[in-house]
């Protein structure tokens, strides 16, 4: 199907679709809408929907026939967890109580950290608040690591 028969038939369909809400708004506002009852008013939008219905089939149809795959939009790209790095951000350091090793040899030493970032909202104003909480272990024993834990914020 050439590109010129594609528009003329598109171009059909809408003049179409014009010509159906004309008539919806004017069985809706018309001077004689106040006079239908219900039941006509209702058969009145039943019928023109109907229309509409069909005459979106067409335009899907021929799309479809022309394998057109344009008119379908393509979908989002997920940023789920990314922030934008663009944005301000508030970085915060929870520390824990005490960097003295249980067993009493001695301070501990950085071993990495937990990041987390959610999105503060300030009237007029958007953030990002980081919060980081360091992990710390002993060099000289293996009693473990400690953390400050995640709801002191």
């Keep these: 199907m050439a590109l010129i028969e594609k528009v003329a038939a598109l171009t059909e369909i809408t003049q179409r679709q014009e010509h159906l809400i004309a008539e919806l708004n004017h069985a809706l506002h018309g001077k004689r809408s106040e006079k239908l009852t219900e039941d006509e008013r209702q058969l009145a ?15 899907e149809h021929l799309a479809d026939r022309s394998g057109d795959k344009t008119a379908t939009k393509p979908a ?8 934008p790095a663009a944005l301000p951000r ?8 005490s960097l003295i090793c249980p067993c009493g040899c001695g301070v501990m030493h950085k071993i990495g950290e937990d990041r987390n970032e959610r999105l503060d ?8 608040i980081v919060t980081v909480r360091p992990r710390y272990a002993c060099r000289t ?6 953390q400050a834990p995640p709801h002191r914020i």
């Design 141 to 146: 024993c293996s009693d473990g690591v400690t």
């Design 76 to 83: 989002p790209k997920r940023t789920i967890g990314n922030l």
């Design 45 to 59: 939008f039943e019928d023109l929907s109907i229309a509409l219905a069909e005459v979106e089939v067409q335009k």
């Design 121 to 128: 909202i300030v009237p007029a104003q958007l953030r990002v």
């Design 90 to 97: 508030i970085e915060q350091r929870i520390e824990p109580d």
